[in-house]
């Protein structure tokens, strides 16, 4: 079993629309998870990260946590063409990456 | 600060030939990595450092080789290129706080081709 698998996507919403990005992990042991996102031809960044324990706000973002089944998510909030991207989620240990999910926000 | 840069931007190979890719970076960190980007397969670790003059293997080595003779300084190596090794290379630099959260900064890629 893969340490972290995502959804490939491609997701397409309109603007103003709520996104919800989601993974899987398989190591309860991971004491954090991080979103990274990577514009079209450019490196990945992180975006967010969030403990095991609890979930985070930032701005328009939120990352939260499921431990009892293992999932973590990243929502997305009035949505804007800016926030085109891949979004890749991360755990910890040399960081392992899921393959990423293509999202595309239209106007 | 340029942070995380590479050299080359792109690059396109015959089967056989070597090539070297250079990362530099100029934040005084200790780790860093070497992955390539394929569709569908996401970011797969090839080698990282620890340090100064350590290597170690990731998930995919072969066919890769590393050297880190310098702190800001990670060089990927492809003795024989092959197509298969055709994708996108990131390296990544990070500062390893184990009290904290471990961020890595990307660099803007190499596109490697090889024909």
């Known amino acids: 079993q893969k340490e972290v698998e995502q959804d490939p996507g491609p997701l397409s919403v309109p603007e103003g629309a709520i996104v919800s990005l989601n993974c899987t992990y398989s190591?309860?042991?991971?004491?954090?998870f991080m979103w990274y996102r990577q514009y079209s031809r450019k490196g990945p960044e992180l975006l967010m990260y969030?403990?095991?324990?609890g979930n985070k706000e930032d701005g328009r973002f939120t990352a939260q946590v499921d431990k009892s089944s293992k999932y973590i998510s990243l929502f997305i909030r009035d949505s804007q063409p800016s926030d085109s991207a891949t979004y890749l989620c991360?755990?910890?240990?040399?960081?392992?990456f899921g393959t990423g999910t293509r999202l595309q926000v239209f106007p | 600060n340029a942070g995380v840069t590479q050299t080359p931007k792109f690059r396109v190979l015959k089967t056989g030939q070597s090539m070297t890719l250079l990362c530099a970076q100029d934040m005084n960190h200790e780790y860093m990595y070497w992955y390539r980007q394929d569709p569908g397969m996401g970011l797969r670790l090839i080698h990282y450092?620890?340090?100064?003059?350590?290597?170690a293997k990731g998930e995919v080595p072969d066919g890769y080789n590393v050297s880190r003779l310098k702190k800001q300084n990670f060089l990927l190596g492809l003795e024989s290129a092959a197509p298969s090794q055709t994708s996108v290379y990131f390296c990544?630099?990070?500062?390893?706080?184990?009290?904290?959260?471990?961020?890595?900064?990307f660099g803007p890629g190499t596109r490697l081709t090889v024909l």
């Open positions: 190591n309860s042991a991971f004491q954090y």
């Open positions: 990544a630099s990070s500062y390893q706080d184990r009290g904290g959260i471990d961020e890595q900064f």
């Open positions: 991360a755990v910890p240990d040399k960081l392992i």
């Open positions: 969030t403990y095991s324990s």
């Open positions: 450092s620890v340090g100064e003059g350590t290597t």
